[in-house]
């Protein structure tokens, strides 16, 4: 039986259709994703599973007796509670009513008494299901699996937004639901953050809901996604990669279909178009007959062909055109130092940027990683050769994770013309970024993150720079924002430096890793799946047994000694670290190419080009297909 159906959903906001006859169910233990554009009703269909809210057409079935746990995508605690006392909130709520009760019924006589006694007797029920004597034995173990042990005791509305994120999701898990819906719970979490939680979705025994524009989580937890698209509701098999695959490939053969059909329309319009006018100038009744039974057969195939295929919404037109330079370097930083009083960020920090490199900066929050990118941008120009130093051709476009690159008093076209941009440019330019005229009277401050960060980029573009410096890009947008701006970077010639925790995203963008880590950036050479594999998924583990953890530094070198030496009393060893290698090269030849595919078979749909699209989407998902058996046999080499 289905723990939760929901059948023909439908909703508005004022009067405007957000989606219309929205059904799907969930079984027990499944994982499912669900996905769609901003503004989609993702969210509202997550609150109306949950019963918050009851404003909506259509049903809700629910398994009898279901517990379902909603984690909303923001929380804020109570003041002056304790991040340990969050998880005990619940059950101190029905210990309050119950005093409060058990004093009422000391003051109550006559008819009174016995609904009074049965209300106390809910609570009472309600108290020991949820296993009230043991929740604060629950609650330290629950801490300790959230890895919030170092904040249990610290006030909880100042903790960071991670750590709110995932004690939201312990105060939920505190009355043990078996349907967890999830709504973006990977915001604000760094890099071990979002790996626990890939690892806490995946072992998880309930069923879970996520809403996440996290394709690496999508493709690491669920096995099945739902896209609300224009107000409908399509499913799909498998994560991210292949629902994104699948969804191309029914596009193109929904397309072959379409043209087809309006091919076969053409010739039956035709034709009767032809009989009309025999029947016309003939008094034979035969030719009306013959007539008639055109239209009647013109009329169901209109009725049976398929629809036009839907392409898409408009998307983002990104692309950066770099201005000239004539630097070696785009970075030179030498003994960089950063403390805010007595917490060292850095100490005696390096690091070369050639011209053309694309890097990513990684490290936890809070290891100064936006505040070194602030002093870079600063930097930018200056002649008195400080730690750091851009290269003095470079033009530095600048995206700041705050958005303090605009000052939100200013109106949208205030701010480009004192770029030098006039308003006609300036709506031109962006309308490739989804704005209407209007946009240009509208203050800054009033704008979604999503919409500054769309303007921030477009910033970027206007000021033809030729070194950008990005500071988590893809905040508030959603998956298609991020591809166009991952194409966008695809074709960039110049310096990209990026901080991000969109593993998906850094692994298309970066070419070089910095990790920060005990006050220095520590280079790794090579993608970001490389350096996860080697150095960062065993940072993000616990050390075991309470053994010190080797430092990033020490981790890459002896990577690279293990990739460099192989001597003869190692030779199976060798020859296993060759074959990985080897496959490690193919793996990246097949992802390569089924990206590439899925490009060229997304502007084949857009030209209406069907049949070239469906070769081109089958012949990715081959691709895709040996990739998987690729890294089948390289896991399978240790």
């Known amino acids: 039986m289905h723990l939760v159906e929901a059948i023909g959903l439908g909703k508005d906001w004022a009067g405007t259709p957000v989606f219309e006859n929205v059904s799907f169910a969930l079984d027990p233990g499944e994982k499912v994703g669900l996905v769609g554009s901003n503004g989609s009703g993702k969210t509202t269909a997550l609150r109306i599973l949950a019963g918050l809210d009851e404003d909506h057409r259509g049903k809700v079935r629910l398994r009898e007796g279901l517990r379902i746990g909603y984690v909303p995508q923001r929380f804020e605690p109570p003041a002056g509670v304790a991040a340990a006392e969050v998880l005990l909130e619940p059950v101190r709520a029905i210990e309050r009513s119950l005093e409060e009760k058990g004093e009422e019924l000391g003051r109550i006589e006559g008819p009174a008494l016995e609904a009074a006694l049965r209300d106390y007797g809910e609570l009472r029920a309600r108290y020991e299901s949820f296993g009230a004597e043991e929740a604060p034995d629950r609650a330290a173990r629950l801490v300790e699996r959230l890895g919030l042990e170092g904040a ?128 016309r100038s003939r008094p034979d009744p035969a030719w009306g007959k013959r007539l008639r039974a055109r239209r009647s057969q013109l009329e169901r195939e209109r009725a049976s062909a398929a629809e036009r295929p ?111 941009a006039r308003d006609e440019e300036t709506a031109k330019l962006l309308r490739k970024y989804l704005f209407g005229r209007e946009i240009l009277e509208k203050r800054i401050g009033s704008l979604s993150g999503g919409e500054r960060n769309r303007l921030q980029i477009a910033r970027a573009v206007w000021l033809k720079a030729s070194f950008l410096v990005l ?15 991952e194409d966008a970077l695809a074709d960039f010639d110049g310096t990209v430096l990026v901080v991000s925790h969109d593993r998906y995203f850094l692994e298309k963008v970066a070419e070089r890793i910095f990790q920060v880590e005990g006050g220095k950036l520590v280079a790794y050479e090579g993608r970001f799946a490389e350096y996860w594999r080697d150095v960062g998924a065993a940072a993000a ?36 670290k060759a074959r990985q ?47 998987g058996k690729l890294y089948d046999e390289w896991a399978s080499l240790g």
Not at 377 to 383: I, N, T
């Open 471 to 485: 500071d988590e890009p893809t905040n508030h947008l959603d998956i298609e924002g991020r591809e166009a701006i």
């Open 152 to 279: 249990a005791g610290r006030e909880a509305r100042l903790l960071s937004g991670g750590e709110k994120n995932v004690l939201a999701l312990g105060a939920v898990l505190m009355a043990e639901p078996e349907l967890l819906l999830m709504d973006e719970p990977g915001n604000h979490l760094d890099f071990p953050g979002l790996a626990w939680l890939e690892d806490f979705i995946r072992g998880e025994r309930r069923a879970v809901l996520v809403v996440s524009h996290n394709r690496y989580l999508l493709d690491r937890t669920v096995d099945r996604v739902l896209e609300l698209d224009r107000g409908r509701l399509t499913a799909y098999s498998g994560g991210y990669s292949a629902y994104r695959l699948e969804k191309l490939k029914r596009a193109a053969g929904q397309g072959k279909d379409w043209q087809a059909d309006r091919a076969k329309i053409a010739r039956l319009e035709a034709l009767v178009a032809r009989f009309a006018e025999i029947a």
């Open 581 to 627: 290698a080897e496959l490690e090269r193919r793996i990246a030849e097949a992802e390569s190419r089924k990206e590439s595919l899925e490009r060229e078979a997304a502007e084949a749909l857009a030209r209406r080009d069907f049949a070239r699209s469906g070769r081109l989407a089958s012949e990715a998902e081959g691709c895709a297909r040996l990739a």
């Open 310 to 420: 839907d392409l898409g919404r408009a998307k983002m037109s990104v692309s950066f055109e770099a201005t000239d330079s004539k630097a070696d370097f785009a970075l030179i930083v030498r003994g960089y130092d950063k403390a805010f009083g007595e917490r060292e960020l850095f100490r005696g920090t390096e690091l070369d940027l050639l011209v053309g490199e694309r890097a990513a900066l990684i490290g936890p929050n809070g290891s100064g990683k936006t505040s070194f990118l602030r002093d870079l941008v600063a930097a930018e120009g200056s002649l008195d050769g400080g730690p750091v130093r851009v290269g003095p051709s470079m033009r530095i476009g600048y995206c700041a994770q705050e958005q303090e690159v605009f000052r939100p008093e200013r109106t949208v076209g205030e701010e480009f013309a004192a770029l030098g």
């Open 541 to 576: 583990r616990p050390p075991r047994n309470g053994a010190a953890r080797p430092a990033a530094e020490d981790r890459a070198r002896a990577v690279a000694r293990a990739r460099a030496s192989a001597g003869p009393a190692g030779a199976g060893a060798a020859g296993a």
